[in-house]
Protein backbone atom coordinates (compact mmCIF):
# COMPACT_ATOMS: atom_id res chain seq x y z
CA UNK A 1 0.00 0.00 0.00
CA UNK A 2 1.37 3.35 -1.39
CA UNK A 3 -1.42 5.71 -0.56
CA UNK A 4 -4.32 6.17 1.66
CA UNK A 5 -7.30 5.16 0.64
CA UNK A 6 -9.26 7.72 2.49
CA UNK A 7 -7.19 10.88 1.53
CA UNK A 8 -4.96 9.65 -1.28
CA UNK A 9 -1.80 10.99 0.21
CA UNK A 10 1.23 9.05 0.99
CA UNK A 11 1.18 5.89 3.81
CA UNK A 12 4.21 5.13 6.35
CA UNK A 13 5.02 1.11 7.34
CA UNK A 14 4.96 1.80 11.55
CA UNK A 15 3.70 1.13 14.82
CA UNK A 16 0.94 2.88 15.75
CA UNK A 17 0.86 4.81 19.31
CA UNK A 18 -1.16 2.42 21.45
CA UNK A 19 -0.63 -0.23 19.02
CA UNK A 20 1.88 -3.26 19.20
CA UNK A 21 2.09 -4.59 15.20
CA UNK A 22 3.18 -2.04 11.86
CA UNK A 23 0.45 -1.00 9.86
CA UNK A 24 0.00 1.50 6.91
CA UNK A 25 -0.60 4.74 8.57
CA UNK A 26 -1.29 7.51 6.36
CA UNK A 27 1.23 10.62 7.21
CA UNK A 28 -1.40 13.15 6.51
CA UNK A 29 -4.87 12.39 8.15
CA UNK A 30 -3.30 9.62 10.67
CA UNK A 31 -5.88 7.00 9.31
CA UNK A 32 -4.95 3.44 10.33
CA UNK A 33 -5.34 0.59 7.39
CA UNK A 34 -5.57 -2.69 9.29
CA UNK A 35 -5.28 -5.64 7.53
CA UNK A 36 -7.57 -8.49 8.83
CA UNK A 37 -7.71 -12.35 7.91
CA UNK A 38 -9.86 -13.57 5.85
CA UNK A 39 -13.36 -15.63 6.77
CA UNK A 40 -13.50 -18.97 4.35
CA UNK A 41 -17.02 -20.49 4.99
CA UNK A 42 -17.79 -23.53 4.00
CA UNK A 43 -20.15 -26.56 3.62
CA UNK A 44 -20.12 -30.49 4.46
CA UNK A 45 -23.33 -31.46 2.68
CA UNK A 46 -24.47 -34.31 3.04
CA UNK A 47 -27.41 -36.52 1.40
CA UNK A 48 -27.88 -40.50 1.92
CA UNK A 49 -24.83 -40.93 3.30
CA UNK A 50 -23.04 -40.01 0.71
CA UNK A 51 -20.84 -36.32 0.49
CA UNK A 52 -20.83 -33.72 -2.10
CA UNK A 53 -17.64 -32.49 -3.49
CA UNK A 54 -16.69 -30.14 -5.95
CA UNK A 55 -13.80 -29.94 -8.66
CA UNK A 56 -12.56 -26.51 -8.85
CA UNK A 57 -12.75 -25.23 -12.30
CA UNK A 58 -10.57 -22.05 -11.07
CA UNK A 59 -6.79 -21.01 -9.28
CA UNK A 60 -5.23 -21.94 -7.04
CA UNK A 61 -5.74 -26.11 -7.53
CA UNK A 62 -7.97 -25.91 -10.34
CA UNK A 63 -9.04 -29.40 -11.19
CA UNK A 64 -8.80 -30.65 -7.54
CA UNK A 65 -11.55 -31.81 -5.39
CA UNK A 66 -13.06 -29.81 -2.39
CA UNK A 67 -15.66 -29.01 -0.18
CA UNK A 68 -17.80 -26.36 -1.42
CA UNK A 69 -16.13 -23.26 0.19
CA UNK A 70 -15.11 -19.84 -0.68
CA UNK A 71 -14.58 -16.00 0.92
CA UNK A 72 -17.56 -14.74 3.44
CA UNK A 73 -19.33 -11.58 2.18
CA UNK A 74 -20.15 -8.50 3.95
CA UNK A 75 -23.43 -8.35 5.66
CA UNK A 76 -24.25 -11.77 5.80
CA UNK A 77 -23.71 -14.50 8.42
CA UNK A 78 -21.39 -17.23 8.40
CA UNK A 79 -24.04 -20.00 8.01
CA UNK A 80 -25.40 -17.68 5.11
CA UNK A 81 -22.15 -17.41 3.34
CA UNK A 82 -21.84 -21.99 3.42
CA UNK A 83 -25.29 -21.69 1.90
CA UNK A 84 -24.49 -19.04 -0.50
CA UNK A 85 -21.04 -20.86 -1.59
CA UNK A 86 -22.70 -24.25 -1.97
CA UNK A 87 -25.60 -23.15 -4.08
CA UNK A 88 -22.97 -21.02 -6.43
CA UNK A 89 -20.33 -23.94 -6.79
CA UNK A 90 -22.52 -26.77 -6.80
CA UNK A 91 -26.12 -25.14 -7.25
CA UNK A 92 -27.18 -27.24 -4.57
CA UNK A 93 -29.31 -25.99 -1.34
CA UNK A 94 -28.52 -27.28 1.95
CA UNK A 95 -30.59 -26.86 4.93
CA UNK A 96 -30.32 -27.63 9.11
CA UNK A 97 -26.65 -26.22 8.70
CA UNK A 98 -24.66 -26.34 12.04
CA UNK A 99 -21.24 -25.05 12.81
CA UNK A 100 -18.58 -28.40 11.95
CA UNK A 101 -14.96 -27.04 12.15
CA UNK A 102 -13.02 -24.52 12.94
CA UNK A 103 -9.76 -24.20 10.94
CA UNK A 104 -6.59 -21.53 11.65
CA UNK A 105 -4.21 -20.86 8.87
CA UNK A 106 -2.00 -18.16 10.17
CA UNK A 107 0.52 -17.75 7.55
CA UNK A 108 -2.04 -16.76 5.06
CA UNK A 109 -4.10 -14.86 7.26
CA UNK A 110 -7.52 -17.35 7.06
CA UNK A 111 -10.10 -18.89 8.81
CA UNK A 112 -12.47 -21.73 7.71
CA UNK A 113 -15.46 -22.24 8.94
CA UNK A 114 -16.94 -25.23 7.90
CA UNK A 115 -20.68 -25.88 8.50
CA UNK A 116 -22.28 -29.19 7.70
CA UNK A 117 -25.60 -29.61 6.48
CA UNK A 118 -28.65 -31.54 4.55
CA UNK A 119 -28.88 -31.32 0.63
CA UNK A 120 -31.93 -30.53 -0.40
CA UNK A 121 -33.47 -33.68 -2.99
CA UNK A 122 -29.76 -34.61 -3.45
CA UNK A 123 -29.72 -31.88 -6.39
CA UNK A 124 -26.33 -30.91 -7.19
CA UNK A 125 -24.69 -29.53 -10.90
CA UNK A 126 -20.91 -28.30 -11.04
CA UNK A 127 -21.62 -23.85 -10.95
CA UNK A 128 -19.34 -22.15 -13.04
CA UNK A 129 -16.66 -21.98 -10.45
CA UNK A 130 -16.80 -26.35 -10.78
CA UNK A 131 -15.98 -28.65 -13.57
CA UNK A 132 -18.32 -31.02 -12.18
CA UNK A 133 -19.70 -31.92 -8.49
CA UNK A 134 -20.27 -35.84 -7.16
CA UNK A 135 -21.47 -37.17 -4.17
CA UNK A 136 -19.19 -40.04 -2.83
CA UNK A 137 -19.21 -42.49 0.29
CA UNK A 138 -16.48 -41.77 2.72
CA UNK A 139 -14.74 -44.59 1.61
CA UNK A 140 -14.44 -43.03 -1.88
CA UNK A 141 -12.95 -39.48 -1.25
CA UNK A 142 -9.83 -38.81 -3.34
CA UNK A 143 -7.41 -38.07 -0.83
CA UNK A 144 -4.41 -37.55 -3.04
CA UNK A 145 -6.52 -35.08 -5.47
CA UNK A 146 -8.18 -32.62 -2.57
CA UNK A 147 -7.52 -29.06 -3.29
CA UNK A 148 -6.50 -27.84 0.69
CA UNK A 149 -5.00 -28.86 3.59
CA UNK A 150 -8.32 -27.65 5.50
CA UNK A 151 -10.60 -29.92 3.75
CA UNK A 152 -8.53 -33.03 3.92
CA UNK A 153 -8.53 -32.48 7.79
CA UNK A 154 -12.28 -31.50 7.99
CA UNK A 155 -13.14 -34.73 5.63
CA UNK A 156 -10.54 -36.77 7.95
CA UNK A 157 -12.52 -35.84 10.84
CA UNK A 158 -15.41 -36.77 9.44
CA UNK A 159 -14.26 -40.52 8.22
CA UNK A 160 -12.51 -41.10 11.54
CA UNK A 161 -15.86 -39.96 13.52
CA UNK A 162 -17.80 -41.83 11.65
CA UNK A 163 -20.20 -38.85 10.74
CA UNK A 164 -21.00 -38.80 14.32
CA UNK A 165 -23.81 -35.73 15.14
CA UNK A 166 -21.98 -32.34 16.05
CA UNK A 167 -23.55 -32.89 19.53
CA UNK A 168 -21.47 -36.24 20.11
CA UNK A 169 -18.24 -34.95 18.89
CA UNK A 170 -18.21 -31.22 19.41
CA UNK A 171 -16.65 -28.90 16.55
CA UNK A 172 -13.67 -29.33 14.94
CA UNK A 173 -11.03 -26.70 16.12
CA UNK A 174 -7.13 -27.04 14.85
CA UNK A 175 -4.51 -24.43 13.48
CA UNK A 176 -3.18 -25.93 10.15
CA UNK A 177 0.53 -24.79 10.25
CA UNK A 178 2.46 -24.67 6.81
CA UNK A 179 6.07 -24.54 6.31
CA UNK A 180 7.05 -20.41 5.33
CA UNK A 181 7.44 -19.86 1.93
CA UNK A 182 11.13 -19.79 0.30
CA UNK A 183 12.33 -16.47 -0.42
CA UNK A 184 11.99 -15.72 -4.61
Not at 104 to 117: A, E, F, M, T
Not at 128 to 152: C, G, K, N, Y
Request: proline fraction near 8%; charge should be negative; hydrophobic fraction near 35%.
Amino acid sequence: MNYCSHCAEPVGFRIPEGDSLPRHVCDACGTIHYVNPKIIVGCLAEWQGRILLCKRAIEPRHGLWTLPAGFMEREETAAEGAARETLEEAEAEVTDLSLYAVLDVPQISQLYLIYRGQLVAGAHGAGPESLETRLVHPDEIPWDELAFPTMQVTLQHYVDTGGAALGETGPLTRTIRRPARKPR
